[in-house]
């Protein structure tokens, strides 16, 4: 059967059971978007490119499934590299479409040309130049193969012109065709059986163990073997930020968030122990602070399907490259074994007493509003949460509010969190929480955002009033870009640079409405709870609260950049005690 290479690129990726595709049409994808009617996809036209690859982030991270993208060439395409980046950064499996000039054009500095394999080639797992209509099967294939097999990630696939208009006898890749046309691509699943049982022994031996899961443990659909190792052992469990939601927060052994925001329990867990059993984690500098003083006394069993992060900031006592979900489900197992076979577990007693010592006298906090002060940030998050359904998934941007809401929101089951953690893209929130909610339209989601970050892609909220996508934004307005703040009031002497927003422009009520959106202001702390109900109770279109907030509200913990997690900057209220974290 003759069809046109753009025929062959909506029927490969309905192959590939696609269900949306985020875009914008151009002049060279323009073919594909022909056959697009008679197609079975959904496509959601974007009104910026870069928040078609946000989209495409938000629905891969609630689904499991590869987000897909699809925009022209030149700067079409070069405004994708930022979500490309950020997928890439936090192993996001997603797959984008450029269009690109005709064949005999490229080289030439022809109209909206551009190297786009060059210019992505460090911002995507695998990218490709397709040259002929009858290469596009595949091409399609292997591009959906490897954004969602190993350590997922984005992959692109260029696709001049000339290619999509021409002619091409259909056919399918078989797996088989797919994997011998990859001769260098074979991720590695299983962990060795000697590393896995090393591990066992180690474990059993600790007597202060930390179970340190990263976002692995989620890419992995791992949870529940998670969940299992640490209820065997009776093993605390920390979460970084890409990992919230992979371990309940109401389980007696969640200690929540480590790093540089996260809670001091976490963060003086890792440093005091003798064993760090990681999981789908990679020593984000984040987590580790100044790497040379990072929990000095622990051995490291360190699980991740990536070889390439074996030793990279720290050196494994126990590597094992393979998928996480195997990997633990065996190392089970193993324990398991041992244990039966009559080898005990190290007394941890003392180590658990030491660890509730910290969480009685170092639970996160902040200073509740007097009446007539300004509202806390921290307070509408809380508000949002308690009054938030079951399964509420949770997209933030990148500043004060992310850390806020990672730290705040309890998160209970698996994928309900959305973020930009590596890249930290300002801009990320709204887009992204459009995305999660075509994912999963059966759940409410809320986009917390600063005024900052939200007046980076607030555009996209018209596409989400057009295609009737009802997600809520949370604005946690201080008229500051309150990350840089917060850093130029605790080390550049209070001499504040560029960071004072405007608090009086936007108008972000008429902003929101303008766009086709509900728009509410909330000024003091008795507005909040109305306000979220209202926005609750609204599911026919997206609805917009302006929280105008507390400039000088400062995120605590901190440990600031490059220094030692020792150094811990705790809230002005737990100073006096700070000497039971040594």
Sequence with gaps: MKITGAQALIKALEMEQTEVIFGLPGGCILPAYDPLLDSSIRHILVRHEQGAGHMAEGYAHVTGRPGVAMVTSGPAATNMV???????????????????????????????????????????????????????????????????????????VDVPKDVLQNTMEWYWPTDAEVADSLPGYRPNVKGHPKMIKEAARLILSSERPIIYAGGGILKARAAEALRELAE????????????????????????????????????????????????GARFDDRITGKVSTFAPEAKVIHVDIDPAEQGKVRRPDVPIVGDAKYVIEEIV????????????????????????????????????SEPGEALKPQYCLEQIRDAAPEGTILVA????????????????????????GGLGTMGFSVPAAIGAKVGRPDRTVWAIDGDGCFQMTAQELVTAAVE???????????????????????????????????????????????????GI??????????????????????????????AREKVFPMVPAGQSNDDVILPASQNDRRSALR
């Excluded at 979460?239 to 809670?263: E, I, K, Q, V, Y």
């Excluded at 001091?264 to 122990?273: D, H, N, R, V, Y």
């Excluded at 324990?335 to 010592?357: F, M, N, P």
């Design 521 to 550: 202001r909330v000024d003091s702390p008795e507005e909040v709870q109305p306000a979220i109900e209202k926005a609750n109770s609204i599911d026919d279109r997206p609805v917009v609260v302006d929280f105008r907030v507390d």
């Design 397 to 420: 941007g990148v500043g004060q509010h992310q850390m806020w809401s990672s730290q705040y929101w309890h998160f209970e089951q698996p994928y309900t969190w959305v973020n930009s």
């Design 232 to 279: 065997l052992l009776d093993i605390h469990v920390v979460t970084t930020l890409m990992a919230r939601g992979a371990f309940p927060d109401s389980h007696p052994l969640c200690l929540g968030m480590p790093g540089m925001h996260g809670n001091a329990t976490a963060i003086t867990a890792m440093q005091k122990s003798d064993l760090l059993i990681t999981l």
């Design 333 to 368: 197992k193993a324990v398991k074994d041992l244990l039966a076979g009559g080898l005990t577990q190290a007394d941890t007693g003392a180590w658990k007493s030491r660890i509730s010592g910290w969480r009685e006298q170092f639970p996160l906090t902040y200073e509740a």
């Design 82 to 156: 930022t979500p490309l980046m950020d997928a890439f950064m936090d192993s996001i499996p997603m797959v984008c479409i450029t269009g690109q000039v005709p064949t005999t054009a490229i080289g030439t500095d022809a109209f909206q040309e551009c190297d786009t394999v060059g210019i992505t080639r460090s911002a995507t797992k695998h990218n490709e130049l397709v040259m002929t209509a009858q290469d596009l099967p595949l091409a399609i294939r292997q591009a959906f193969h490897i954004a969602t097999t190993g350590r997922p990630g984005p992959t692109l």
């Design 468 to 518: 009737r996508i009802p997600v809520k934004v949370g604005i946690l307005n201080n008229s500051y870009l309150g990350m840089v703040r917060q850093w130029q009031e605790m080390f550049y002497d209070e001499r504040y640079s560029e960071v004072y927003l405007s608090p009086e422009y936007p108008d972000f009520v008429k902003w929101a409405e303008a766009m086709g959106c509900v």
